[in-house]
């Protein structure tokens, strides 16, 4: 149900703003919602979809990532060489979630503290800047890694 809901919410964004929610666009949003606590990039994306609508092409994942990370459907991350991955953004908050990076096996973690927002304050305070948003990443060990690892 909260699915159904979800995509007869981006269908009516979509056509707000001239767009279609076409049969490949929709495949891939419920891929993003079915998987909302995972971080996919559009490969891993591409290759669910593919499974169950064998038409689609790797170009059209893309330009539909781009397309919903416009429309702040999806967030994209950028994690240097683990390069790009995304996940639905739903009802979170800007500033909400941060993520843990395990430099062995890749993992990683969302946490859920924001802690910056008196540090956001003042920064724009003393530098007169608008903040709109901020990233915060941990690198290190996840849990399984970190027994085998001399760093932990």
Known sequence: MVEQKVVSEIRDLLKEKDFRLTPQREAILVILLNNDHDHMTA?????????????????????????????????RLDFGEGGRKYEYSGDREKHYHHHLLCLDCGEIIEFNEDFLDDLEERI????????????????????????GNNEG
Not at 133 to 140: A, C, K, P, Q
């Open 43 to 75: 490969e891993d994306i591409y290759g669910i979809t593919r499974e169950r609508n064998p038409e689609i092409g790797l170009a059209t994942v893309y330009r539909t990532l781009e397309l919903f990370e416009g429309l702040g459907v999806i967030s």
């Open 124 to 147: 724009a305070t003393q530098s007169n800047f608008k903040i709109v948003d901020h990233s915060l990443r941990f690198y290190g060990y996840c849990a399984k890694c970190r027994d």
